[in-house]
């Protein structure tokens, strides 16, 4: 594969995702969830034609996936890969702070998916209460054997999986500037955190709803005070 070959598919790559129509539309579906294109189209506030072909676009460059039901065709990010990428695109769109966390609405600033894990304020509370536990190592991002005992006491598996992914990896919050937890241990705190009706999905949005119960849990399993 020459130089000439990759610099071609990253302007490509990046021509996708620069057109704001797009940027919206994949931004969208960062919440892990599949959209049909007129469910898109609506997010976008653009003709349903417009949608189709912005997404054809964005089919082209492996970005998304469509995933055909029944009469319906639905789309969604094409791997965790593209959603890592586009997270950290998130990160850099400016330095400054204050300026994402004013422009950011609170619920979403508080808590939200990023792709299959969580992110937000809370995200990165659990992230750096790990960290002081001494459940996590922060040079190394693998668990101490006090962390795999009480994580897995709790239904978050502790063990990597056969995968590519990594097991676990600093993300960078794109609302926080902090790290919040990624890889496979992220992906397996969340599905706990909603199986046990800790944090409830939004439907029309990215935004985790932190229920009560687990408010509680936070601070009788993690020792973690929410204000």
């Known amino acids: 594969m020459d130089d000439d070959f990759l610099e071609r598919r990253l302007a ?6 620069a057109d704001k129509t797009r940027a919206t539309m994949l931004c969208a579906l ?3 969830r599949a959209y049909t294109a007129t469910e898109l189209s609506v997010i976008a506030d653009v003709a349903a034609s417009t949608a189709s ?4 676009r964005l089919l082209e460059q492996n970005l ?3 995933v055909p039901q029944g009469r319906h065709r639905y789309f969604r990010i094409a791997s965790r890969q593209v959603a890592e990428a586009l997270e950290t695109l998130m990160g850099l769109v400016s330095t400054n702070k204050a300026m994402i966390r004013s422009k950011t609405p609170q619920n ?6 990023c792709y299959d894990h969580m992110a937000g304020e809370l995200a990165v509370a659990l992230h750096d209460r790990f960290i002081a536990l001494g459940w996590l190592h922060s040079d ?13 006491n709790f239904g978050v598996y502790s063990e990597p999986l056969a995968s590519r992914r990594r097991f676990a990896c600093a993300c960078l919050d794109w609302s926080e500037r902090q790290s919040h937890l990624g890889g496979q241990l992220g992906a397996a705190l969340l599905q706990v955190f909603e199986r046990q009706n800790w944090v409830i999905r939004q439907l029309n949005s990215r935004e985790l709803l932190l229920t009560s ?7 009788s399993v ?3 005070t929410i204000h």
């Open 12 to 17: 490509a790559v990046a021509a996708a995702v």
């Open 30 to 32: 960062m919440d892990g």
């Open 53 to 56: 072909s912005h997404l054809t």
């Open 64 to 66: 998304i996936d469509c």
């Open 108 to 113: 979403l600033r508080f808590a939200r998916t």
């Open 140 to 152: 190394s991002y693998s668990l101490s054997d006090d962390g795999k005992l009480q994580l897995s």
């Open 213 to 219: 119960v687990g408010r509680k849990a936070l601070s």
């Open 222 to 224: 993690y020792g973690l």
